[in-house]
Each structure stands twice: as structure tokens, then as C-alpha cells.
T-cell receptor, first 116, second 113 residues
Framework: AQTVTQSQPEMSVQEAETVTLSCTYD???????LFWYKQPPSRQMILVIR??????QNATENRFSVNFQKAAKSFSLKISDSQLGDTAMYFCAFMKGPFGNEKLTFGTGTRLTIIP | DVKVTQSSRYLVKRTGEKVFLECVQDMDHENMFWYRQDPGLGLRLIYF???????EKGDIPEGYSVSREKKERFSLILESASTNQTSMYLCASEDLSSLGEQYFGPGTRLTVT
């Protein structure tokens, strides 16, 4: 069974600063996907970024980037130039691949607050 | 845009009542999921469905059942609600080809008294 660990229950950072959220996972699979999902206050959860394990290059989506360390089983999310709208719960998630019909396994989440 | 709707944002029920939570998606997605979200525990999968009339247990199915009679609708049923089922319930849908990108509903905050 896969496990996903987020060791930072809460974080806060000043607006415009850079923040890194940590995630580690445990699996015996060699082919899998990793995700960061964002749940803003009272709004629906959305996908922020996805990383395929077979790709060495770290995924990037605008101000969001990941640091994927496969050997260390680490998958951190970096938010650059943080904005007030980044305030949210962030969940790291794992999925076996590459086939469809696989489940997501979520971590316990990190509550991020951006301070004006 | 994909839209996933849930029948209620807030629900208060009494212990022992039968509770129905409904979820509807408008993008013809094959896969649908029910999670519960609790502080410090993250999202835990209750049940999922890959097709109409098909269901599979997730990690915490005890005390719950599901129904999927139509592709767009996935219902979660609490046969006899208990106080330990007080939680936020999230529904999600996913296209087979989307590789883990799930679309979530707004959630139903259920309180069982």
C-alpha cells in the first residue's frame, strides 16, 4: 500500500515571498504519478500540478513548481511570488500508473496562509 | 468547464436516520468517487465507481453504501447515520484518460446529532 506524508500541518508566509511545501511518499511501484491539489477556503479542490515519475524534469505551472527526488521519495511544491489567492489547503497525492482506473492516495494536507 | 454538483452544502441529521448524498457531473466522466475529509486525516476514499452499476470499496467503506444508476449521478448512502460520520463529504469525477486529474464538488458538511 502507498502512503503519503505531509509533515507541515500549517504554514504562513508574507505576500510575494517564496514558500515550499513538503511531501514524502512510500511505494514499491516504479511507475506512478504525483500531484498537488489546492482547496481554497469554501471553494472546490483543484489540481495544481502533476508529475510523472518516469520524467526526470520537474513539472512547472506558472508560479508553481515541484522538486521531485525519486530516490528520496520526496515531492515538494514551491510557490514563487506568493499571492493572497494562494491561501488554501494543499494536498499531496499519489497514483499508481500508467493505467487508468487507479485511486488517488492523499496526504493529510498543509494549511497555507499568505499574509498581506 | 467541468461541473460537479452536490445536493447539499450543509446537512444536519439525527442518529439512526438514513442519509442520501447525491453528486452529479456534467462531463460524461466514467469514474466517480466519494471521499470524506477530516482535519488531520486528509481525504479518505469511501467508494468509487468506474461505470454505471459498478462500485468498488475504498479505504473506509464501513457504514456506507453507494448507487450509480446513471453515468452522471453517484449517490452515497448512510444506512443508519452515527455521530462518527459527522464530516465533510467530497464527490469527484474523472475522465479515464485524465491520469489522476479529478474534478471535485463543493462538498457537503454533514452533522449527525
Amino acid at each position: 500500500a502507498q502512503t503519503v506524508t505531509q509533515s507541515q500541518p500549517e504554514m504562513s508566509v508574507q505576500e510575494a515571498e517564496t514558500v515550499t511545501l513538503s511531501c514524502t511518499y512510500d511505494t514499491s511501484e516504479n511507475n506512478y504519478y504525483l500531484f498537488w491539489y489546492k482547496q481554497p477556503p469554501s471553494r472546490q479542490m483543484i489540481l495544481v500540478i502533476r508529475q510523472e515519475a518516469y520524467k526526470q524534469q520537474n513539472a512547472t505551472e506558472n508560479r508553481f513548481s515541484v522538486n521531485f527526488q525519486k530516490a528520496a521519495k520526496s515531492f515538494s511544491l514551491k510557490i514563487s511570488d506568493s499571492q493572497l489567492g494562494d491561501t488554501a489547503m494543499y494536498f499531496c497525492a499519489f497514483m499508481k500508473g500508467p493505467f487508468g482506473n487507479e485511486k488517488l492516495t492523499f496526504g493529510t494536507g498543509t494549511r497555507l496562509t499568505i499574509i498581506p | 468547464d467541468v461541473k460537479v454538483t452536490q445536493s447539499s452544502r450543509y446537512l444536519v441529521k439525527r442518529t439512526g436516520e438514513k442519509v442520501f448524498l447525491e453528486c452529479v457531473q456534467d462531463m460524461d466522466h466514467e469514474n466517480m468517487f466519494w471521499y470524506r475529509q477530516d482535519p488531520g486525516l486528509g481525504l479518505r476514499l469511501i467508494y468509487f465507481s468506474y461505470d454505471v452499476k459498478m462500485k468498488e470499496k475504498g479505504d473506509i467503506p464501513e457504514g456506507y453504501s453507494v448507487s450509480r444508476e446513471k453515468k452522471e449521478r453517484f449517490s452515497l448512502i448512510l444506512e443508519s447515520a452515527s455521530t462518527n460520520q459527522t464530516s465533510m463529504y467530497l464527490c469527484a469525477s474523472e475522465d479515464l484518460s485524465s491520469l489522476g486529474e479529478q474534478y471535485f464538488g463543493p462538498g457537503t458538511r454533514l452533522t449527525v446529532t
